[in-house]
């Protein structure tokens, strides 16, 4: 009997290699149900030290598979001897294998140096013109050395993924850091774009991001107006920093290294702690729909709300809560 149970168990294996991928506890998983986004596979990867991105992914995962039908999951960077969530472990995200048949990444990484196998896979998703929504750091997602199989996503390395696939790399703090919140402001011209519908407030703590040059055809969506100080009534300032203001949001066609060519959305907006206003939610999730070719199914009321508890922390380095595993985002 033991002996049938074993083999019962290997070809289950086989037959359902998701099953193992649902019992790694060192990914998130949350089955999609009834919505729009039915059938739909999104595959979020976190990993950054600074924006708590391990808080803001899983939130959105929540609200994509809930409210939407999306099948979706978290991947985090993990301290491998304890198996707890690290975002200053830069070598490990466990789980990449997911990506392999994913219709949606949302990228939220900083400086990662990943082993060659976990790129390999992201190379391949990339190349095969797969759509990718960049968050914040996502511009300078990956440090890698130059002379590595890989160096070629390096942000250092003429911009990298960033410039090429989001198209910019890092560049500056262009409002104070922790002094000069943001407010978005909509490009007239693009003011009918799906990924904007009902997005008409948008305000953060977070500080607009230095865009030094984005491709010509990319669609800026919205730009950044740089606020006097760290609150949403907060005047915006006189002067060079919003004449001309910044982009935070735009979308644009990329082609990965002789690839097919691919959509890409970034949002330099988007700290864990930004997330909590609703239409900075509501980019995100309108920009999931459009780039998985349900853009006719967006509605200015699209259902962004919370599910369950979202305390974010405020960013910082080192100001992630320690000792926290994957498993502890699945009822918060």
């Not at 999609?32 to 059938?39: C, R």
């Not at 803001?56 to 960077?77: D, E, N, R």
């Not at 830069?90 to 990228?107: F, R, S, W």
């Not at 696939?165 to 500056?172: A, K, S």
Request: net charge negative.
């Amino acid at each position: 009997m033991i002996a049938r149970n074993l083999w019962t168990a290997l070809i289950a294996m086989v037959i359902f290699p998701c099953s193992m991928v649902a019992a790694n506890e060192s990914v998130l998983s949350f089955d999609g149900g009834e919505g729009h986004g039915k059938g739909k596979k999104i595959v979020l990867i976190s990993g950054d030290e600074e924006y708590r991105s391990e808080e803001a992914l899983p939130m959105l995962a929540k609200i994509l598979s809930k409210h939407h039908g999306f099948q979706c999951t978290v991947l985090f960077a993990i301290n491998p001897e304890d198996g707890t969530i690290d975002p200053n472990n830069q070598t490990n995200i466990p789980g990449m294998e997911v990506l392999k048949d994913a219709d949606l990444c949302i990228l939220m990484t900083r400086f990662r140096n990943l082993p060659e196998a976990d790129m390999q896979i992201l190379d391949d998703y990339l190349k095969a013109g797969k759509p990718i929504i960049g968050i914040r750091t996502s511009t300078h997602a990956f440090n890698i050395p130059k002379d590595a199989k890989f160096g070629n996503y390096s942000w250092s390395n003429n911009g990298g993924f960033g410039k090429k696939v989001l198209g910019e790399t890092w560049v500056n703090h262009h409002g104070r850091h922790k002094g000069e919140s943001t407010r978005g402001v909509i490009n007239e011209s693009e003011k009918d774009n799906p990924i904007l519908s009902g997005v008409d407030d948008v305000w953060g703590p977070t500080d607009v991001y230095g865009i030094r040059s984005l491709p010509e055809d990319a669609k800026v969506l919205m730009y950044g107006a740089v606020l006097t100080g760290m609150k949403p009534e907060d005047k915006p300032l006189e002067g060079a920093k919003n004449d001309p203001m910044m982009p935070i949001v735009w979308t644009m066609r990329y082609q990965w290294e002789g690839g097919k060519q691919g959509t890409s959305v970034c949002s330099t907006f988007g700290s864990a702690i930004d997330f909590v206003n609703e239409d900075g939610r509501r980019l995100i999730v309108n920009a999931a729909y459009d780039l998985v070719g349900l853009e006719d199914k967006i509605t200015p009321d699209l259902d962004v709300t919370i599910v369950g508890d979202y305390e974010p922390s405020f960013y910082g380095f080192n100001a992630f809560q320690k000792g926290l595993k994957p498993a502890d985002f699945q009822g918060k």
